[in-house]
C-alpha cells in the first residue's frame, strides 16, 4: 500500500523556471493538501483541496498554482519560481477534513538558485 | 490570524530524561493532533484528543487536552534515542476545512 508519493523527491531550478509537484493517494481520500516546511517555522498550508475539481488558498498560496483533475491527484505549480520558494514541500492527505488524520507523503526538497 | 504556538523550540536532554512540548491557541480549537518528524523524514501522525481535559497515554508519552480546549501538552517519560524529532501539534478550528501546524519542538537526547 503505497499511501501518498510525491515526485521528484528532489529538485534543483534556476529563478524564473517553471515545475510542477505531483502528489498521488491510494486511499480515496476526499481532501488533500500541499504545505512547505522551512527551518523554525513549521508547516504552512500553500493549497488545498476538499474533492475531485476544487482547490482552495491556504495560509501561503502566493506564486504557486493547484489543480485536482483526478480524486488521488493534486498537483502543486510553480509558474516562475524564485529563491524564496527554496524549502520542502509535503502533500498530505485526509478522508475528509475535520478530526480526520493526515496523512504525508515523503516530501521534496526544491532549491531555486 | 488563526495562530498555533509551540514551545520549545529546541530541547536537548541525556537520554532517561523526561521531556515536555507545550501548545496554546489564539482560539479554542474542536481537536488537537500531535505528529512527530524523524530527522529527514515526513510527519507522522501519533494522537488526536477531542474532548475538555482529555488525557491520553501511549507507552512513555502522555498526551493533554486543556479544559479551555485552547492548550495541550505531550510529555515523554524516561526519553530514549529513539525519541529523537520534530514534535508537532496541529489543532482543527471549528468549521474549517484547515489543521493549523505549530512550529514543532526539536528533540535532541545525549544517549
Known amino acids: 500500500n503505497a499511501g501518498v508519493t510525491q515526485t521528484p523527491k528532489f529538485r534543483v531550478l534556476k529563478t524564473g523556471q517553471s515545475m510542477t509537484l505531483l502528489c498521488a493517494q491510494d486511499m480515496n481520500h476526499e481532501y488533500m493538501y500541499w504545505y512547505r516546511q522551512d527551518p523554525g517555522m513549521g508547516l504552512r498550508l500553500i493549497h488545498y483541496s476538499v474533492g475531485e475539481g476544487t482547490t482552495a488558498k491556504g495560509e501561503v498560496p502566493d506564486g504557486y498554482n493547484v489543480s485536482r483533475l483526478k480524486k488521488q491527484n493534486f498537483l502543486l505549480g510553480l509558474e516562475s519560481a524564485a529563491p524564496s520558494q527554496t524549502s520542502v514541500y509535503f502533500c498530505?492527505?485526509?478522508?475528509?477534513?475535520?478530526?480526520?488524520?493526515?496523512?504525508f507523503g515523503a516530501g521534496t526538497r526544491l532549491s531555486v538558485l | 490570524g488563526q495562530q498555533v504556538m509551540q514551545i520549545p523550540q529546541y530541547q536537548h536532554v541525556q537520554e532517561g530524561e523526561d521531556f515536555t512540548t507545550y501548545c496554546n491557541s489564539s482560539?479554542?480549537?474542536?481537536?488537537i493532533q500531535w505528529y512527530k518528524q524523524r530527522p529527514g523524514g515526513h510527519p507522522v501522525f501519533l494522537i488526536q484528543l477531542v474532548k475538555s481535559g482529555e488525557v491520553k497515554k501511549q507507552k512513555r508519552l502522555t498526551f493533554q487536552f486543556g479544559e479551555a480546549k485552547k492548550n495541550s501538552s505531550l510529555h515523554i517519560t524516561a526519553t530514549q534515542t529513539t525519541d529523537v524529532g520534530t514534535y508537532f501539534c496541529a489543532g482543527w478550528m471549528d468549521s474549517s476545512y484547515k489543521l493549523i501546524f505549530g512550529s514543532g519542538t526539536r528533540l535532541l537526547v545525549r544517549p
Open positions: 482560539t479554542t480549537l474542536s481537536n
Open positions: 498530505a492527505s485526509s478522508r475528509t477534513g475535520t478530526k480526520n488524520i493526515q496523512y
